[in-house]
């Protein structure tokens, strides 16, 4: 195998594995391009804008953009040994300028189902070499953004009803169908069709990336969704129908996640969550990717109605696989504390043979393309023993359409999953004829539980093809002493909208069990069922918002009813019964929404903000961007609601918007934050982002000039200078200089002076002064140029050289020579900035310092780029000197200047928030991130300098003690290979990857290969100043971990 993704086990025992050797080199990631990139991604709207974005960025490279493919591998054990002995390529090519990475494949019933992103393909083998030679589009349009590597399309499986059904990760999608265009761009789905690639509809929205899908044994749907590396977690969820997990792409660039992170969209449940989130679970795993559930035989009784869920890492030391238990939970679940199945392996997708053995995909190590890949089988002992293990094997080999409908009906109570599936399926291809005998199954209280619930799925599959006449026999199961049962004909009859149910739907809404209640909503929704409206409001009232997912259910159901129904309860006594009506008018998209801003409960109000902001309900825009004039906003400082009127005001653009922003920054009774925000909007007002201030979606307006907000600002720009809060008074100082604004010349010099301000406020003060007023800024700057503070001689050394280069040139020299060390780099920059061709002297002066040892380390890498930004040849010829005089022999010779005189706190944004480098992805620091790597608490006293810098660009020069793989040879030409966890006594002690703790005597080994670390050189990924930061922030961190922390 090669680079594999994802596999999938069929009946026969043959392995389909989809491989890519596109990743990287052809399939990119955002977080390798910069600003132009990214924006022009998140502007890309369907599939073709991408490619006329590659097209237009990337012209250069589309060559070899075009070179690698992805391509789908069938194996098969031949001899019935238990190991693959026949390989064959079942399908490749897969290379157009928009095709992704191959990570999903299925094989049902001779159909191979194949996503790879931009199209959902059907593969078929007419003649049985193994070879497909017939391939069919069912759907395209997936894969709208570059987004991040491995945001896929993925998690191909069958459900209960007989649909396929498949996940994308947030690359989004706008996909045509026969019945409209699906369009969620922005985001993450689980979809649904039916086999043949009909009624395609988005089942669960909102998700970053989901990787693979799973059913548990009663129909219900679960997946992993991975986080951001953004101090977020992974989070495991339950995939109802209609439901939004809350992420949007946009939130990724966002460096402190926005919303994702502020209002906790990833949290399990918790008071006060915004309600058009359907929350996970829990959170749980770093990297979830291949699921898989107990199908009933081959695992042990520890593992019966458990998830195994692949947890990668990008390390196999800290990967592998966890066993789930999930236990109901209301209309919801909870789970029992997750424990690790199979620890040491790099695994990316996991299942369950019809051999009963359990099935690992292993990526073997790193984020790259290993060019390997191997596949683990795990078998218990006791399997053998199980005459149902080789029962199973049997009947899937052999499969169903030869056996009799009295056969097919037994086997509905099997004990394997699969069993029961197919032999359903089965029976619902045969229509009519077998219709009677499925509804007496069902209706028999003699049956098996599991019996009685296939044969409902059947009567299900049946009734959206053919009809639902055969549901009605059904009707007496809404009684049925188990309420499993009720849950199973709830959700069938809602499915197909059986309109003969549609009382006992609405009767339903009463029952004892929150699941069944929770199912009937959407249900009556579905059907539109107008006398569920006082149900599911009372449903709303008696849940208090204290089960997520009933409320999620209710929402769906009122979703379903008229709006003018909908708003005769809109002053309903209930807040629990107004939040659901405001997110069931979200998912309508009405705009009577807004009625609810100035609700008495704030989470309504904040709900109804985030309808018409995140939607959005553009009708509605006006009355948020109103609400920030209102006493009760400013009272309440509910930061979800103002961020969105500010947000709205910004958007109108309107004189009376822009007026309503002025007044809201001059309250000195509101959060400082959100003063500070709404002058951040006045300043932005006449050149705005295309990118939404909240969401970071693509929203572009158009320029509308800076009268309205010049304006707007100068009736309160004399108070707000003279305000007691800093912040306050910086952002309406950059206001005023981005802005241009009049009469401000003498409270910002008076503020450029005030020893009682803070430096920060002080030199933002100059800055805009010098925008507004250049020649009283370069004098007043003179005088700064010596201030007790350093953030203002900063400042005022630049506007002087910007000013008046004449005058800056001798003191930014002498500044090089004697200042504290961060001025003396800022003299060194501004050098590189003057307008005065003497500039080169004096730098070519300072490069014959540093050339010869004499200057300061932590100022070479400020020399060095003030230098290059000169075009003189003797600059030029100083430069190579410089270069010349570096040790050839030292490894670390090109990036010695980023040793010394790093920022702290932008290392620290560093490791925290950069894209590409994502540090803690597998670093960890106060007990947050991720554990592939080892934790940084502490590293400033175990390592020097030099050595973080050479961890840095350098990783495999020294790897970490238990994160290195090796492999070590013995004299008697045995292997063993693992990550070396110890060496220490003349022996080594390694973790293989099946979890085995081996030791191997020195004297035994004949060769050992060098410890290899799966980091990637970071001096490709960030460049020389970034590192001098890291480097600077990870010297500083001398405290150790804390016990049990990671």
Same mark, same amino acid.
């Given at each position: 195998?090669?680079?594999?993704?994802?596999?999938?086990?069929?009946?026969?025992?043959?392995?389909?594995?989809?491989?890519?050797?596109?990743?990287?080199?052809?399939?990119?990631?955002?977080?390798?391009?910069?600003?132009?990139?990214?924006?022009?991604?998140?502007?890309?709207?369907?599939?073709?804008?991408?490619?006329?974005?590659?097209?237009?960025?990337?012209?250069?490279?589309?060559?070899?953009?075009?070179?690698?493919?992805?391509?789908?591998?069938?194996?098969?054990?031949?001899?019935?040994?238990?190991?693959?002995?026949?390989?064959?390529?079942?399908?490749?090519?897969?290379?157009?300028?928009?095709?992704?990475?191959?990570?999903?494949?299925?094989?049902?019933?001779?159909?191979?189902?194949?996503?790879?992103?931009?199209?959902?393909?059907?593969?078929?083998?007419?003649?049985?070499?193994?070879?497909?030679?017939?391939?069919?589009?069912?759907?395209?349009?997936?894969?709208?953004?570059?987004?991040?590597?491995?945001?896929?399309?993925?998690?191909?499986?069958?459900?209960?009803?007989?649909?396929?059904?498949?996940?994308?990760?947030?690359?989004?999608?706008?996909?045509?169908?026969?019945?409209?265009?699906?369009?969620?761009?922005?985001?993450?789905?689980?979809?649904?069709?039916?086999?043949?690639?009909?009624?395609?509809?988005?089942?669960?929205?909102?998700?970053?990336?989901?990787?693979?899908?799973?059913?548990?044994?009663?129909?219900?749907?679960?997946?992993?969704?991975?986080?951001?590396?953004?101090?977020?977690?992974?989070?495991?969820?339950?995939?109802?129908?209609?439901?939004?997990?809350?992420?949007?792409?946009?939130?990724?660039?966002?460096?402190?996640?926005?919303?994702?992170?502020?209002?906790?969209?990833?949290?399990?449940?918790?008071?006060?969550?915004?309600?058009?989130?359907?929350?996970?679970?829990?959170?749980?795993?770093?990297?979830?990717?291949?699921?898989?559930?107990?199908?009933?035989?081959?695992?042990?009784?520890?593992?019966?109605?458990?998830?195994?869920?692949?947890?990668?890492?990008?390390?196999?030391?800290?990967?592998?696989?966890?066993?789930?238990?999930?236990?109901?939970?209301?209309?919801?679940?909870?789970?029992?504390?997750?424990?690790?199945?199979?620890?040491?392996?790099?695994?990316?997708?996991?299942?369950?043979?019809?051999?009963?053995?359990?099935?690992?995909?292993?990526?073997?190590?790193?984020?790259?393309?290993?060019?390997?890949?191997?596949?683990?089988?795990?078998?218990?002992?006791?399997?053998?023993?199980?005459?149902?293990?080789?029962?199973?094997?049997?009947?899937?080999?052999?499969?169903?359409?030869?056996?009799?409908?009295?056969?097919?009906?037994?086997?509905?109570?099997?004990?394997?999953?699969?069993?029961?599936?197919?032999?359903?399926?089965?029976?619902?291809?045969?229509?009519?004829?077998?219709?009677?005998?499925?509804?007496?199954?069902?209706?028999?209280?003699?049956?098996?539980?599991?019996?009685?619930?296939?044969?409902?799925?059947?009567?299900?599959?049946?009734?959206?093809?053919?009809?639902?006449?055969?549901?009605?026999?059904?009707?007496?199961?809404?009684?049925?002493?188990?309420?499993?049962?009720?849950?199973?004909?709830?959700?069938?009859?809602?499915?197909?909208?059986?309109?003969?149910?549609?009382?006992?739907?609405?009767?339903?809404?009463?029952?004892?069990?929150?699941?069944?209640?929770?199912?009937?909503?959407?249900?009556?929704?579905?059907?539109?069922?107008?006398?569920?409206?006082?149900?599911?409001?009372?449903?709303?009232?008696?849940?208090?918002?204290?089960?997520?997912?009933?409320?999620?259910?209710?929402?769906?159901?009122?979703?379903?009813?008229?709006?003018?129904?909908?708003?005769?309860?809109?002053?309903?006594?209930?807040?629990?019964?107004?939040?659901?009506?405001?997110?069931?008018?979200?998912?309508?998209?009405?705009?009577?929404?807004?009625?609810?801003?100035?609700?008495?409960?704030?989470?309504?109000?904040?709900?109804?903000?985030?309808?018409?902001?995140?939607?959005?309900?553009?009708?509605?825009?006006?009355?948020?961007?109103?609400?920030?004039?209102?006493?009760?906003?400013?009272?309440?400082?509910?930061?979800?609601?103002?961020?969105?009127?500010?947000?709205?005001?910004?958007?109108?653009?309107?004189?009376?918007?822009?007026?309503?922003?002025?007044?809201?920054?001059?309250?000195?009774?509101?959060?400082?934050?959100?003063?500070?925000?709404?002058?951040?909007?006045?300043?932005?007002?006449?050149?705005?982002?295309?990118?939404?201030?909240?969401?970071?979606?693509?929203?572009?307006?158009?320029?509308?000039?800076?009268?309205?907000?010049?304006?707007?600002?100068?009736?309160? *720009?004399? #108070? $707000? =200078?003279?305000?007691? %809060?800093?912040?306050?008074? @910086? &952002?309406?100082?950059?206001? /005023?200089?981005? +802005? !241009?604004?009049?009469?401000?010349?003498?409270?910002?010099?008076?503020?450029?002076?005030?020893?009682?301000?803070?430096?920060?406020?002080?030199?933002?003060?100059?800055?805009?002064?010098?925008?507004?007023?250049?020649?009283?800024?370069?004098?007043?700057?003179?005088?700064?140029?010596?201030?007790?503070?350093?953030?203002?001689?900063?400042?005022?050394?630049?506007?002087?050289?910007?000013?008046?280069?004449?005058?800056?040139?001798?003191?930014?020299?002498?500044?090089?020579?004697?200042?504290?060390?961060?001025?003396? *780099?800022? #003299? $060194? =920059?501004?050098?590189? %900035?003057?307008?005065?061709? @003497? &500039?080169?002297?004096?730098? /070519?002066?300072? +490069? !014959?310092?540093?050339?010869?040892?004499?200057?300061?380390?932590?100022?070479?890498?400020?020399?060095?780029?003030?230098?290059?930004?000169?075009?003189?040849?003797?600059?030029?010829?100083?430069?190579?000197?410089?270069?010349?005089?570096?040790?050839?022999?030292?490894?670390?010779?090109?990036?010695?200047?980023?040793?010394?005189?790093?920022?702290?706190?932008?290392?620290?944004?560093?490791?925290?928030?950069?894209?590409?480098?994502?540090?803690?992805?597998?670093?960890?620091?106060?007990?947050?991130?991720?554990?592939?790597?080892?934790? $940084?608490?502490?590293?400033?006293?175990?390592?020097?300098?030099?050595?973080?810098?050479?961890?840095?660009?350098?990783?495999?020069?020294?790897?970490?003690?238990?994160?290195?793989?090796?492999?070590?040879?013995?004299?008697?030409?045995?292997?063993?290979?693992?990550?070396?966890?110890?060496?220490?006594?003349?022996?080594?002690?390694?973790?293989?990857?099946?979890?085995?703790?081996?030791?191997?005597?020195?004297?035994?080994?004949?060769?050992?290969?060098?410890?290899?670390?799966?980091?990637?050189?970071?001096?490709?990924?960030?460049?020389?100043?970034?590192?001098?930061?890291?480097?600077?922030?990870?010297?500083?961190?001398?405290?150790?971990?804390?016990?049990?922390?990671?």
């Amino acid at each position: 195998l090669a680079n594999p993704v994802a596999f999938w086990i069929d009946g026969r025992n043959r392995v389909f594995v989809a491989e890519t050797f596109r990743l990287h080199k052809g399939v990119t990631d955002n977080r390798q391009f910069g600003r132009e990139w990214l924006e022009a991604d998140l502007a890309c709207r369907t599939v073709d804008d991408r490619i006329a974005m590659y097209r237009r960025l990337r012209a250069d490279a589309l060559p070899s953009l075009l070179t690698e493919h992805e391509r789908v591998r069938v194996l098969r054990d031949t001899d019935g040994d238990g190991r693959a002995d026949a390989s064959e390529v079942f399908a490749d090519g897969f290379r157009q300028l928009e095709d992704g990475i191959g990570s999903g494949v299925l094989e049902h019933d001779g159909d191979v189902f194949f996503t790879c992103i931009p199209k959902l393909w059907r593969l078929r083998d007419r003649d049985g070499d193994q070879r497909a030679d017939e391939r069919t589009v069912l759907h395209e349009g997936f894969g709208v953004h570059t987004a991040l590597l491995g945001h896929d399309m993925h998690g191909l499986c069958l459900g209960p009803d007989g649909r396929l059904y498949f996940s994308i990760g947030d690359r989004g999608l706008q996909v045509r169908t026969d019945e409209g265009t699906l369009a969620y761009p922005d985001e993450g789905a689980v979809l649904r069709c039916e086999l043949d690639g009909s009624r395609l509809e988005v089942f669960h929205r909102g998700l970053r990336n989901p990787q693979e899908l799973a059913f548990d044994q009663w129909g219900d749907l679960f997946t992993g969704d991975n986080n951001s590396d953004g101090g977020d977690r992974a989070r495991f969820v339950y995939l109802m129908e209609g439901g939004d997990c809350g992420w949007r792409i946009g939130f990724q660039s966002l460096s402190d996640r926005g919303p994702w992170n502020q209002e906790k969209l990833w949290h399990p449940p918790h008071r006060g969550q915004a309600a058009y989130v359907v929350p996970p679970i829990v959170n749980t795993a770093s990297g979830p990717s291949g699921l898989c559930y107990d199908p009933g035989t081959g695992l042990p009784e520890r593992l019966r109605r458990h998830f195994l869920l692949c947890d990668f890492r990008g390390s196999s030391g800290s990967s592998g696989v966890f066993a789930l238990r999930l236990e109901a939970k209301g209309a919801g679940f909870e789970m029992a504390e997750p424990w690790p199945l199979i620890t040491s392996v790099l695994a990316t997708d996991v299942d369950i043979g019809p051999d009963g053995s359990v099935y690992v995909l292993d990526w073997v190590e790193g984020w790259n393309q290993p060019m390997k890949g191997r596949i683990y089988t795990l078998r218990w002992a006791g399997a053998d023993a199980d005459p149902a293990v080789a029962e199973v094997h049997a009947l899937l080999a052999e499969g169903w359409k030869h056996r009799p409908d009295a056969a097919l009906v037994a086997l509905l109570g099997h004990r394997d999953r699969r069993v029961r599936q197919g032999a359903q399926f089965a029976l619902a291809a045969r229509g009519a004829a077998v219709t009677t005998p499925l509804q007496r199954t069902a209706l028999s209280i003699e049956a098996p539980r599991l019996a009685r619930i296939h044969a409902i799925w059947a009567l299900g599959q049946q009734a959206r093809t053919a009809g639902s006449d055969g549901l009605q026999p059904l009707l007496p199961l809404f009684s049925d002493p188990d309420h499993e049962i009720r849950a199973q004909v709830t959700r069938v009859c809602g499915d197909v909208a059986y309109a003969g149910a549609r009382a006992k739907l609405i009767s339903a809404l009463r029952d004892g069990s929150s699941r069944v209640r929770s199912l009937a909503a959407i249900a009556v929704g579905g059907l539109r069922a107008g006398r569920a409206l006082d149900p599911l409001l009372q449903l709303a009232r008696d849940n208090d918002d204290r089960d997520p997912w009933l409320r999620h259910a209710v929402v769906m159901g009122l979703a379903g009813m008229p709006l003018a129904a909908l708003l005769e309860h809109a002053d309903d006594a209930s807040p629990a019964v107004r939040l659901a009506l405001v997110v069931a008018l979200r998912r309508q998209r009405s705009a009577e929404v807004a009625r609810f801003l100035v609700d008495a409960d704030p989470l309504v109000a904040a709900e109804a903000a985030r309808a018409i902001h995140d939607v959005p309900l553009d009708a509605g825009t006006g009355a948020l961007a109103e609400i920030l004039a209102e006493a009760h906003t400013v009272e309440r400082s509910d930061p979800v609601v103002i961020r969105r009127a500010v947000a709205a005001n910004h958007r109108l653009g309107s004189e009376a918007a822009a007026t309503r922003l002025a007044a809201f920054a001059a309250r000195t009774n509101a959060p400082s934050s959100l003063r500070s925000l709404a002058l951040d909007a006045l300043a932005s007002w006449a050149s705005p982002s295309a990118r939404d201030r909240i969401l970071d979606l693509w929203r572009p307006i158009p320029d509308r000039g800076a009268v309205a907000a010049l304006t707007a600002l100068g009736t309160v *720009q004399a #108070a $707000l =200078l003279d305000d007691f %809060d800093e912040a306050v008074v @910086a &952002a309406t100082a950059i206001a /005023v200089g981005r +802005l !241009g604004s009049p009469g401000a010349e003498a409270p910002l010099a008076r503020i450029a002076r005030a020893a009682t301000r803070s430096g920060r406020t002080r030199a933002d003060a100059l800055l805009a002064l010098e925008k507004v007023s250049p020649a009283p800024a370069g004098a007043l700057a003179s005088d700064l140029a010596t201030d007790a503070d350093s953030a203002v001689r900063k400042a005022a050394m630049r506007v002087v050289n910007r000013v008046d280069p004449v005058a800056a040139l001798g003191v930014l020299d002498r500044l090089v020579g004697s200042a504290p060390e961060d001025e003396r *780099q800022n #003299a $060194l =920059l501004a050098l590189g %900035d003057s307008k005065l061709p @003497a &500039a080169d002297e004096v730098l /070519v002066r300072w +490069l !014959g310092v540093a050339s010869a040892g004499e200057l300061d380390p932590a100022l070479h890498l400020d020399l060095l780029e003030a230098s290059r930004k000169r075009t003189a040849p003797r600059v030029h010829e100083a430069l190579v000197a410089y270069d010349r005089a570096r040790p050839t022999a030292d490894p670390l010779a090109a990036f010695r200047e980023a040793m010394h005189g790093g920022d702290r706190a932008k290392g620290n944004d560093v490791l925290w928030n950069h894209e590409a480098a994502a540090c803690t992805r597998c670093h960890s620091l106060g007990g947050s991130g991720g554990n592939a790597a080892p934790p $940084l608490d502490g590293i400033g006293k175990r390592l020097s300098r030099e050595q973080l810098l050479e961890s840095l660009v350098l990783p495999q020069a020294s790897v970490a003690a238990g994160f290195g793989t090796v492999v070590v040879t013995r004299r008697d030409d045995s292997v063993v290979a693992g990550v070396l966890r110890r060496e220490a006594d003349r022996v080594l002690e390694m973790l293989t990857a099946d979890g085995e703790v081996v030791t191997v005597k020195v004297a035994d080994v004949a060769s050992r290969t060098d410890p290899i670390s799966t980091m990637p050189p970071m001096g490709a990924i960030l460049d020389k100043r970034q590192l001098r930061d890291v480097v600077e922030f990870l010297t500083r961190q001398q405290t150790e971990p804390k016990a049990g922390g990671h």
